[in-house]
Nanobody, 128 residues
């Protein structure tokens, strides 16, 4: 049984930092690309960042470029999202996802439908 368990969310002031973790089990972690998505109340889920199975390729949304960094530790079956300079508009539930993507084309990483497994989400709230 595949499980993705996010942690590290919480309440932080604008300008602060958080590091999200997503621990995976029940899958061959190093074979999966990993992504972070988020969903704010009343809004659609949106892509945040993704990383290839080897960790050699990363993508991030324009809204978080230069502030968020995705990384992974295949030995620990864990993916991370370091979030700096947080803004109130970053407030959302953050989900990690795992997928056996067909290509390293960025379109695959950005597309939530390409991911096979999802975590339950962790709340991030940024106060102004």
């Amino acid at each position: 049984q595949v499980q993705l368990v996010e942690s590290g969310g919480g309440l932080v002031q604008a300008g602060g930092s958080l590091r999200l973790s997503c621990a995976a089990s029940g899958l061959t972690f190093f074979m999966y690309a990993m992504g972070w998505f988020r969903q704010a109340p009343g809004k659609e889920r949106e892509f945040v960042a993704a990383i290839s199975s080897s960790g050699g390729i990363t993508f991030s949304a324009d809204s978080v470029k230069g502030r968020f960094t995705i990384s992974r530790d295949n030995a620990k079956s864990t993916v991370y999202l370091r979030m700096n300079s947080l803004k109130p508009e970053d407030t959302a539930v953050y989900y990690c996802a795992a997928g056996r993507l067909r290509s390293d084309n960025s379109n695959y990483y950005y597309d939530a439908d390409q991911y096979d497994y999802w975590g339950q989400g962790t709340q991030v709230t940024v106060s102004s």
